[in-house]
């Protein structure tokens, strides 16, 4: 692991102590990469907490995954979209690397809350999330 992405593990579980969710937690490190200042990243992640529907949906941590992917890949040609398919490719080759190493990328089941086996933690899932984005997004 780089300096750089220790720095950012460090950073993201900071901000999650401090009251940020998973996702604004992994997104707002990222925001030195993608232009978008802090405050309006918090604001565009915060709906994705609790895993998106009260843990039913994608873990918040890797879900950033996907605003990250659009924002580094998106040409922004609104009148003919055409840069759709590498955002969803880097975004799924994201969420196939985290539910390799974790065995699912859905938040009740990482939590264990109807298994009683917890797969990973909220940290834990924070790190990942943030080693997995700098190694499939930001590699170059």
Known sequence: M???????VKEALK??????NCAQAVSCVFCDKTG????????????????M????GTCGAIGAAS??????????????PDSKKLSYQMS??????FK???????????KGIETG???RSCNDCIADAVRIIEAELYKD
């Open 36 to 51: 978008i200042d802090e405050e309006t990243m918090f604001r565009i992640t915060e709906g994705m907490g609790l895993g």
């Open 2 to 8: 780089t300096d750089t992405t220790s720095k950012r």
């Open 117 to 119: 086996t917890v797969l």
């Open 53 to 56: 529907g009260g843990m039913e």
């Open 67 to 80: 605003i990250l992917s659009g924002l580094k890949n998106s040409s922004a040609h609104l009148e003919k």
């Open 100 to 110: 390799e190493q974790n065995g699912s990328v859905i938040c009740k089941d990482l």
């Open 92 to 97: 799924k080759q994201c969420l196939e690397a």
């Open 15 to 20: 901000k999650h102590e401090q009251g940020y």
